[in-house]
C-alpha cells in the first residue's frame, strides 16, 4: 500500500512539472524581428512624400527609400552601396532620399537644407554628393560656396536655404521617421519593407525572382 501512494505521488509530480514547462513555452513571446521589420510593410503614406528628390527609374523593380543624415559616417558608407547598385542596375533600381537630420550632428540640418534647395535647381544629385564626400565641413558658409561650385543660382539658393518653405519639407520627413520609429540612420525601406542585413543581397533576391 506505501508502494502504491508513492507510485501516485510521483505521478502528480510528474504532471505538475509538465503543466509548468507547458506554461513557460506558451508565455514565451516569439522572436518578434523577421515578422516586425521584414515581413510588414511599412505605411506607405509614411514613405512616400510628393516632391522627394528620386535617383534612378521612377518605374524600377526596385524601389529603395532611404531616411539618412547628410553627416551620419555610416550614411556614407550606405551611400558607396547604393551608387554601385544604381550605376549597376540603372533600370531596376532607384532610391528616393528622405532628410533625417539628427540633432547631435551640427551640420545635418543645414545640410538637408542645402539639399533640398539644390534639388529646386535642378542639382540636387549633386549637392547630394558633395555633402557626403565633405561631410566633415558641412555648414551654412561651406554650403554657398559649393552652390556657387556647381553653378546654381547663388542669390536664389542663399534666399530659399533658410526659408520655411525648405524646412516644411525636411520637418515633414522627419516627423514620417519619427512614426516610422526609426531607431536611427540610415534605414532603408526596399519596396515596402524595412532593411535589416545587406542591402545588396536584398536587391538581388528581388531581383532574380
Request: aromatic residues 8%; charged residues 25%; glycine residues 8%.
Amino acid at each position: 500500500m506505501a508502494r502504491s501512494r508513492g507510485a501516485t505521488t510521483f505521478v502528480v509530480f510528474i504532471a505538475i512539472i509538465g503543466l509548468i514547462l507547458g506554461y513557460v513555452v506558451l508565455a514565451t513571446p516569439p522572436n518578434k524581428q523577421s515578422s516586425t521589420n521584414q515581413d510588414e510593410a511599412a505605411n506607405p503614406d509614411l514613405l512616400e512624400r510628393a516632391g522627394a528628390f528620386r535617383l534612378g527609374n521612377e518605374n524600377a523593380t526596385v524601389q529603395i527609400v532611404e531616411f539618412s543624415d547628410f553627416q551620419c559616417p555610416a550614411c556614407k558608407t550606405r551611400k558607396s552601396e547604393i551608387d554601385g547598385l544604381l550605376e549597376k542596375y540603372p533600370n531596376d533600381v532607384s532610391l528616393t532620399y528622405r532628410y533625417f537630420p539628427l540633432s547631435y550632428h551640427p551640420g545635418g540640418m543645414i545640410g538637408a537644407q542645402a539639399a533640398e534647395t539644390a534639388g529646386r535647381q535642378g542639382k540636387f544629385k549633386e549637392m547630394y554628393d558633395k555633402l557626403f564626400s565633405d561631410q566633415d565641413n558641412i555648414n551654412e558658409d561651406n554650403v554657398k560656396k559649393w552652390a556657387l561650385e556647381l553653378g546654381l543660382d547663388t542669390n536664389k539658393f542663399n534666399k530659399d536655404l533658410n526659408s520655411e518653405s525648405v524646412k516644411s519639407v525636411i520637418n515633414q520627413d522627419v516627423d514620417a521617421g519619427t512614426k516610422l520609429n526609426l531607431q536611427g540612420t540610415p534605414t532603408l525601406y526596399l519596396n515596402g519593407k524595412e532593411v535589416q542585413g545587406s542591402l545588396t543581397n536584398e536587391v538581388e533576391n528581388v531581383l532574380s525572382t
